[in-house]
């Protein structure tokens, strides 16, 4: 039934022997950036992300202690679902600096895949400088909310915490991704410039 193949293990290439096509992504360079400023803000990216991790930790954690909890003892823990709402909303966002900064974002290039390097990199610049704008409004936006629910005093209803403890994390982690996004930026505009 089979095709003589069975005992061969198949292997992807590595990224370095694909040749140009629709991977181009998995092509990119993924390590640590060279420059002081890349390793100062991948260093904060990856504090985000591993604070982002102890988040989701204790998110599984809450929930299964909870689910447990009323399946064996009938009695979960009160407002579960209020910690995990609270906890999701600055988790979520505790990732995407890293993930900038390790080129983790979607990248579609139907249209720009058979361009010359030179302008696919200007156009990875200007794509990530959109990323760079729209996080900055958001970091902004997130601020001002912060502050705004912290000013109205609004808690949540059956554990009573106040609902700006999720808005904590989120704004300086928009604000963390802008500058990785701008400094992804540069970063294609200077190897655009050097081809």
Not at 97 to 110: A, E, I, S, Y
Not at 146 to 152: M, T, Y
Not at 153 to 175: D, N, R
Request: charged residues 20%; glycine residues 12%; contains cysteine.
């Amino acid at each position: 039934m089979g095709r003589g193949d069975e005992g061969q293990e198949r292997r992807r290439p590595r990224a370095d022997q694909v040749g140009p096509g629709p991977d181009r992504q998995a092509r990119r360079q993924v390590t640590p950036p060279a420059d002081p400023i890349g390793r100062l803000i991948d260093r904060a990216a990856r504090g985000f992300a591993l604070f982002g991790g102890v988040l989701l930790t204790a998110i599984a954690a809450i929930s299964v202690v909870s689910i447990l909890g009323r399946w064996l003892l009938g009695k979960p823990i009160q407002g579960d679902f209020e910690l995990v709402q609270i906890a999701c909303a600055g988790c979520v966002t505790c990732f995407l600096p890293w993930c900038q900064m390790r080129r983790g974002h979607v990248l579609v290039d139907f249209f720009t895949n058979r361009l010359p390097p030179r302008t696919r990199l200007w156009f990875d610049a200007a794509g990530t400088l959109a990323i760079a704008a729209v996080a900055g409004l958001v970091a902004w936006r997130t601020g001002a909310g912060l502050l705004a629910v912290k000013a109205a005093g609004e808690t949540s209803m059956i554990l009573g915490m106040p609902i700006w403890w999720g808005y904590v994390p989120m704004a300086p982690a928009f604000a963390l991704l802008a500058l990785a996004a701008c400094h992804g930026a540069a970063m294609d505009a200077i190897g655009a410039t050097r081809r």
